[in-house]
């Protein structure tokens, strides 16, 4: 190395003059005055001189003169080149100063240097070592094969740019396993000349602790169950682990060709965008998205992201898999929801136990008292009346009850389904028979528009319990002396059945309460009959469980249609 130093000196180095060569000047300037004087240049030199009035005023007519002038002239020549000369050694010393500074930097330099360095030549002889390698390898390593002394199984390496050829200004890092006992470097080449042959510049850089650190780093990805991507700023899928893979279906190839909005089903690409900002700014975030699998299906994952500037910026991200968890909180919100119609229903239940089913009793068992004491005393004014109170008390707490008895056999799951074929017009041609003293009282006509033939399939005696309370409530909600019609259509796979009156209508608010046993909508009828709301919510029960549904359209103080549709085949 020092004589690499040295050598580079002497080319940088300008050269000098010294006082020998001012002698030699000196006397070969003697040497051609004497020529001159012998061979008569001079006389030809004085005649052209007479000839010029200047130098003849002047009287120059002896030869000594002219000695006289080139020593003059000597000694300015003499004096501008000692002058000169001085400038150049006081310039080389400068240099000497600096080349000497800059090799006591560079020595220290390579004594202190953190991490190993070497020089050797194409063959892999050891030219030279800093510090760093001398204390493993000693003075004595110099001149040996590079490859006896770093790698472990003593051959030279596979991919040692040596082999390869290196050209001079060309680099190359290579990564090492299993050199100077084990460990991982990362070795630059760099091709040069040292002492006037092409050589290689080694530097050893140890990363066996970053590589430990990342193999670690990659197990925890590779084994993680979650999934994990690491993308740039703009959302390009640059590293995704093995459990990201098979969340989403696809291969490592495929996802390192897609981003973010291939994959995301929640969010508009524009909307990614102000998310991935909105990352970077906040350094962290912690969502709930979709993400789209190859085979087109949906998954619910919940995203951790972090930010991280290294290379321009980068986004990390863990992702799991929640579908599990969101059916599981579904499936928790319908229990709640169940739970709370249960109470729902509980409650009402008491209230009609309470109340509404209490009241038709206390009419019965009062009328009938009045009635017993008005035979004892033989007073029969008036008895029919009472008579025919106590008998549609009776018969509307029979009523209640059935609905009761349904409602309750339907929410424990104990009522049959048993579904078949039958006529639909024979069903409600008897249900009108039974309601027709019941609409006589109040002066009310019902008309049918039926088909003559109309088959369905579905549970008889359910159809008859819806039939009963829709009619019953149309009766209970008509104005004396008004119409109700029942009416039957046939589509291509179903038949809608309507029951049509000419009531007191029901507003707009309240429609949405009318089949919800927790948002019931009770109103006494146009003759002060009284009502609970379990009957509505009980066809409702009854028609869905069918396959069907039930709607009403109304107008207030116009009337109601309750309309509601039934299979005609077994599906």
């Not at 290196?166 to 990564?175: F, R, V, Y």
Request: glycine residues 6%; hydrophobic residues 40%; charged residues 25%.
């Amino acid at each position: 190395m020092e004589n690499w130093i040295k050598s580079l000196a002497k080319v940088n180095s300008k050269p000098t003059r010294t006082s020998k060569d001012l002698i030699i000047i000196s006397v070969s300037l003697i040497l051609v005055s004497l020529f001159v004087e012998l061979f008569g240049v001079f006389d030809i030199f004085q005649d052209w001189i007479r000839e010029l009035s200047f130098w003849y005023d002047w009287r120059i007519h002896d030869k000594l003169f002219i000695l006289v002038l080139l020593a003059v002239a000597l000694g300015v020549f003499t004096y501008r080149r000692s002058r000169d000369l001085k400038r150049e050694i006081s310039e080389r010393k400068l240099v000497e100063k600096s080349l000497s500074e800059s090799y006591e930097f560079n020595n220290t330099l390579l004594r202190t240097i953190p991490f190993g360095m070497d020089i050797v030549d194409v063959e892999g002889n050891v030219l030279f070592l800093n510090e760093k390698l001398k204390m493993l390898f000693g003075e004595k390593a110099i001149g040996k094969k590079c490859w006896e002394l770093y790698c472990d199984d003593k051959t030279q390496c596979q991919t040692c740019p040596l082999k390869k050829g290196l050209e001079i200004g060309e680099n190359a890092i290579i990564e090492h396993q299993k050199i100077l006992g084990g460990k991982t470097f990362e070795v630059h080449h760099s091709a040069m000349i040292f002492q006037g042959n092409k050589a290689i510049l080694e530097i050893f850089l140890d990363i066996t602790e970053r590589k430990q650190r990342q193999e670690e780093y990659e197990t925890i990805i590779r084994t993680a169950m979650d999934g994990f991507w690491l993308t740039d700023i703009e959302g390009r899928l640059l590293h995704v682990n093995d459990a990201y893979c098979h969340l989403t279906e696809y291969s490592r190839e495929e996802l390192l060709n897609m981003s973010i909005r291939d994959l995301d089903a929640n969010e508009v690409p524009d909307d990614i965008s102000k998310h991935i900002r909105r990352v970077i700014e906040t350094g962290y975030d912690r969502f709930e998205s979709k993400h789209k699998c190859k085979c087109g299906r949906l998954i619910d994952v919940e995203i951790s992201v972090n930010y991280s500037d290294i290379s321009g910026g980068r986004l990390v991200a863990f992702i799991r898999d929640i579908t599990e968890r969101k059916l599981i909180e579904l499936q928790l919100q319908k229990y709640f929801e169940d739970l709370k119609a249960s109470n729902a229903a509980k409650d009402k239940l008491f209230s009609i136990i309470a109340h509404d089913l209490k009241s038709p009793f206390n009419a019965i068992i009062g009328f009938s008292e009045i009635l017993i004491d008005r035979v004892r005393s033989k007073d029969y004014s008036d008895i029919s009346i009472y008579a025919d109170i106590i008998l549609n008390s009776s018969k509307g707490a029979m009523d209640l009850l059935k609905n009761l008895l349904d409602w309750s056999l339907s929410q424990t799951g104990r009522i049959e389904f048993n579904p078949e074929y039958f006529e639909i017009s024979e069903l409600i041609n008897k249900t009108i028979h039974i309601m027709t003293s019941t609409a006589m009282q109040k002066s009310i006509i019902i008309t049918k528009k039926l088909p003559q033939k109309a088959t369905i399939y579905a549970d008889k005696n359910m159809i008859r319990t819806v039939l009963r309370n829709l009619i019953s409530n149309a009766i209970k909600f008509t104005h004396p002396d008004g119409t109700i019609t029942i009416s039957a259509k046939e589509d291509q796979n179903a038949l809608k059945i309507s029951v049509t009156d000419t009531g007191i209508g029901i507003p707009s608010d309240y429609i949405d309460k009318l089949f919800h046993i927790d948002n019931t909508y009770s109103t006494v009828g146009t003759q002060k009959e009284k009502g609970t709301g379990l009957g509505l919510t009980l066809c409702n029960e009854f028609i869905e469980k069918h396959g069907g549904k039930i709607w009403v359209e109304s107008i207030v103080g116009e009337g109601s249609a309750f309309s509601f549709t039934l299979p005609k085949y077994n599906n």
